[in-house]
T-cell receptor, first 114, second 113 residues
Framework: DQQVKQNSPSLSVQEGRISILNCDYT??????FLWYKKYPAEGPTFLIS?????DKNEDGRFTVFLNKSAKHLSLHIVPSQPGDSAVYFCAASDSGGSNYKLTFGKGTLLTVNP | NAGVTQTPKFQVLKTGQSMTLQCAQD?????MSWYRQDPGMGLRLIHY???????DQGEVPNGYNVSRSTTEDFPLRLLSAAPSQTSVYFCASRTGTGVVTQYFGPGTRLLVL
């Protein structure tokens, strides 16, 4: 049973436009959500996170939105740049559960075309 | 600060061979974990440790062994490698309770023939 779902395996956008990556979750106990970016042959790097007490968190070009009632979050990148081309993983954690383990989605490959 | 380091970067094994994937961190993090990444599967937790001497199983622990004798090191052992263990392995660490964000190493690519 996949608790964190990224239903789009890939996304292609033009440089300068907005990239929107989506993530859905099924476990209502999840209360902390993270986005990681991964380049080929490198480890995932932390990008941005959001607690369930918020519905938006912004960091420069990156904004994460959380809709708890729909169990949905999204990552917006504005404006998109070619260097943003990478695999993006959504992850979730139950901070009241065992040791803040992260559950990951399968990832979305973002390609930003010049 | 080197962060999280992993060795080797790449390894080829024959079925039945054993090996140890090394992971070390210099951030004095209490929590360390091992994930594997397979195509179309995301990252799946193998084993984790909340401190020296304490380990527990994750989502896919079968075929793997871990120990945590020091805060810095968290090796992952494959006792008898199988082709199904062909994967990319990532080690991660974070500080203690109350902090969720984990920091990942560069990965070890393992091919089992």
């Amino acid at each position: 049973d996949q608790q964190v779902k990224q239903n789009s395996p890939s996304l292609s956008v033009q440089e300068g436009r907005i990239s929107i990556l989506n993530c859905d979750y099924t476990n209502s106990m999840f209360d902390y959500f993270l986005w990681y970016k991964k380049y080929p042959a490198e480890g995932p790097t932390f990008l941005i996170s959001i607690s369930s007490i918020k519905d938006k968190n912004e960091d420069g070009r990156f904004t994460v939105f959380l809709n708890k009632s729909a169990k949905h979050l999204s990552l917006h990148i504005v404006p998109s740049q070619p260097g943003d081309s990478a695999v993006y993983f959504c992850a979730a954690s139950d901070s009241g559960g065992s040791n803040y383990k992260l559950t990951f989605g399968k990832g979305t490959l973002l390609t930003v075309n010049p | 600060n080197a962060g999280v380091t992993q060795t080797p970067k790449f390894q080829v094994l024959k079925t039945g061979q054993s090996m140890t994937l090394q992971c070390a961190q210099d951030m004095n993090h209490e929590y360390m974990s091992w994930y594997r990444q397979d195509p179309g599967m995301g990252l799946r937790l193998i084993h984790y440790s909340v401190g020296a001497g304490i380990t527990d199983q994750g989502e896919v622990p079968n075929g793997y062994n871990v120990s945590r004798s020091t805060t810095e090191d968290f090796p992952l052992r494959l006792l008898s490698a199988a082709p199904s263990q062909t994967s990319v392995y990532f080690c991660a660490s974070r500080t203690g309770t109350g902090v969720v964000t984990q920091y990942f190493g560069p990965g070890t690519r393992l091919l089992v023939l």
